[in-house]
């Protein structure tokens, strides 16, 4: 048994992503010109989700992020989406009209979006993926799909309290290391 465990938290760390870490400077394509760049939204807290326009999960949490929009943009908060679906952007927004997703959504292909995330293209990965950026633009908190984070009765809680935290932040303020596992966070995530 000791074994297993070892040897899955040896795999584990060849895929884990480093958080936290400046983010990549990569620019996903969306409709009408528009495009999906972390860079143009510096100063704020952004929330990054990449998703599956079909998946369940993906438009649950695309819906709450629109409700943290609406809460909390004014405040300086911007909640981005990049769907991986192999036929968007075709998708992209009849998603956005059905769910009612007025946040920017782009698309990428799953190359890029394993390079971005820093995940393995050997590993399966489970949507949504879901980034938080501070202010000075560094990913602090990373959480894959089928963490706790997604908690169906924490999940609006947990984006709140990680917008929260970051929002208090000032953008000159340097962040703490985050610790290795799972929930890639600066800030500790209870499991």
Known sequence: MRLVSVAALAAFSLIAADI???????????????SIDTSK????????????TTCP????????????????GSRGFQALGVATNTEVPTVVEDFRRQFGIKFPVGWGQRD?????????????????QLIFIDKKGTIRAYYPGGH??????????????????LMK???????KPA??????????VKK
């Open 179 to 188: 610790p290795k596992g799972p929930a890639k966070t600066a800030a500790a």
């Open 57 to 72: 999960h993906c438009q649950k949490t695309a819906a709450i992020l629109q409700r943290m929009q609406d809460e909390y």
């Open 112 to 128: 890029v979006v394993h390079t971005y995330l820093q995940h393995s293209v050997m590993q399966t990965m489970y949507m949504p």
């Open 169 to 175: 932040e000032s953008a000159t303020s340097a962040p």
């Open 148 to 165: 706790n984070f997604y908690d169906d009765m924490r999940q609006v809680q947990n984006m709140r309290d990680q917008i929260e935290a």
């Open 20 to 34: 936290p870490r400046p983010a990549p400077k990569t620019v996903f394509p969306a409709a009408n010109g528009v």
């Open 41 to 52: 939204h510096a100063g704020k807290v952004i929330a990054l989700e990449f998703l599956l």
